[in-house]
């Protein structure tokens, strides 16, 4: 099984604690969610290895979109995410 792990901050680089991120199996629609920490990390394990799509929420912020993260077997992939003040939605490929 496979990790996604990784920071959230906000533009000041200061942490996001409680943001919500979503890995989303690609091919299956499959999803797995965890919380931000205190620390503002976040860690997703014993995903399968394929293609996934990760979504990052965060009150009172843009929701972020990360897709292309493809997990081999036994991967660790960090992802830190940088969210942005606002309402709307972001994409970053």
Do not use: C, H, W
């Amino acid at each position: 099984m496979s990790t996604i792990n990784g920071s959230v901050t906000d533009p000041s680089g200061a942490v996001v604690a409680g943001a919500t991120i979503t890995a989303t199996e690609v091919d299956t629609s499959l999803a797995r969610t965890t919380v931000s920490n205190q620390d503002g990390l976040y860690v997703i394990s014993g995903l399968r290895p394929t293609r996934y799509t990760l979504s990052i929420e965060g009150r009172g912020f843009r929701q972020v979109t990360q897709s292309g993260i493809v997990l081999e077997a036994n991967d660790t992939v960090t992802i830190n995410v940088k969210l942005e003040v606002g309402a709307t939605t972001g994409q970053l490929t």
